[in-house]
């Protein structure tokens, strides 16, 4: 079956460092790997998106990889501040294989950033 | 555009009772997504449409939930009978087309009791 793996646990770093958050997926051939922000009680924010011929993508202080082989994103959010503690979720769309506009999330890593 | 609306922001009912969950999309947008999370469960695709047509269900979880888009801009999600189960927030989201980024709504937290 289809799978979409983030880190369940909390991710704890320190102002100013880089935060790297990992996307795993199976069964899967996304056409576009999308990366999202929520903060509690709110909608998740779209942050980055990225095709599947794409490598690397980037946007101010962040970063994403996108690895077809081994079916992973990696998210980095780079000088890190306290206003960067969110939720973020991966989310995959389409593919090949399915012919579908699905938009897929997975559970998402929450992250803390502390001063 | 004001972006997805959806009403009411919360919803409290007793089991067995008709709910009906609303969403407004952005003006333009073609693709409505429907989406239940929990703690346990995460973000999860109830049914999504494109240009009003549903066009994947497979995760509205039993026969008493039901979606609809009556016209382009405007979408309800109805569970009958509620059951405490179904208690989660609720989220729509629409797309200026189902691959590009999706702008959610503020969600509709329900609480079946």
């Known amino acids: 079956s289809q799978k979409i793996e983030q880190n369940s646990e909390a991710l704890n770093i320190q102002e100013g460092k880089t935060a790297t958050l990992t996307c795993n997926y199976t069964n899967y051939s996304p056409a576009y790997l999308q990366w999202y922000r929520q903060d509690p009680g709110r909608g998740p924010v779209f942050l980055l998106l990225?095709?599947?011929?794409?490598k690397e993508k980037r946007k101010e202080r962040l970063k994403v990889t996108f690895d077809t082989t081994l079916k992973q994103s990696l998210f980095h959010i780079t000088a890190s501040q306290p206003a960067d503690s969110a939720t973020y979720l991966c989310a995959l769309v389409g593919g090949r294989s399915y012919n579908t506009d699905k938009l897929i999330f997975g559970t998402g890593t929450r992250l803390q950033v502390f001063p | 555009d004001a972006g997805v609306i959806q009403s009411p922001r919360h919803e409290v009912t007793e089991m067995g009772q008709e709910v009906t969950l609303r969403c407004k999309l952005i003006s333009g947008h073609n693709s409505l997504f429907w989406y239940r999370q929990t703690m346990m469960r995460g973000l999860e695709l109830l049914i999504y449409?494109?240009?009003?047509?549903?066009?994947?269900d497979s995760g509205m979880p039993e026969d008493r939930f039901s979606a609809k888009m009556p016209n382009a801009s405007f979408s309800t999600l109805k569970i009958q009978p509620s059951e405490p189960r179904d208690s989660a927030v609720y989220f729509c989201?629409?797309?200026?087309?189902?691959?590009?980024?999706?702008?959610f709504g503020q969600g509709t937290r329900l609480t079946v009791v």
């Open positions: 449409f494109n240009n009003n047509v549903p066009i994947d």
């Open positions: 990225i095709r599947e011929n794409e």
């Open positions: 989201a629409s797309s200026l087309r189902g691959t590009t980024e999706a702008f």
